[in-house]
């Protein structure tokens, strides 16, 4: 799912961001021509990223990078929340949002579909298995293309409740 480059970086920056309470979720050069860095972060206390924390995030890694010279050229780093809607970029995060409504899109489609919407159910050695209205589908992990956390009204009303 990600380059060499994309991995080296989130592997760099790994440390720095656990010693902050933090992690990458995901790593990504938007744009090869003006090197956008995209580094998507979550608590690792599950509380919400805050501005300050992607301020903090920014700064410690910007200087990581600059130090170990990634770059031959000038880049853009934008650091910013996984968000509600985040990313399931490795396997062990379909694991640790088990029972979430998830959307994926596959690179091949299995039982005639590429995409699929509904609930997470966890994993089943590598593959991902969801419960869809048809019973359970299970999904080898390499065949994701992307995948995330969906916004649902029952998620909503929690967080609405938080406060």
Request: proline residues 2%; aromatic residues 4%; glycine residues 4%.
């Amino acid at each position: 799912m990600s380059s060499k480059l994309e991995s080296k970086i989130k592997e760099l920056i790994s440390d720095t961001l656990e010693s902050m309470g933090l992690e990458s979720v995901r790593v990504r050069i938007i744009s090869a021509k003006n090197k956008i860095v995209e580094i998507l972060i979550a608590r690792l206390d599950n509380d919400n990223v805050s501005v300050g924390d992607c301020q903090q995030a920014n700064i410690e890694i910007s200087a990581l990078l600059d130090v170990e010279d990634i770059f031959d050229c000038e880049y853009m780093l934008e650091v910013s929340s996984a968000g509600i809607e985040r990313p399931l970029v490795e396997l062990k995060d379909f694991t640790r949002f088990a029972n979430n409504m998830v959307a994926v899109k596959l690179e091949q489609p299995i039982n005639d579909q590429k995409k699929y919407q509904a609930i997470l159910t966890g994993t089943d050695g590598d593959d991902v298995v969801l419960a869809t209205e048809n019973g359970p589908v299970n999904l080898p992990f390499s065949n994701i293309k992307s995948a995330n956390i969906v916004l649902t009204n029952d998620m909503f009303r929690k967080i609405l409740n938080k406060k």
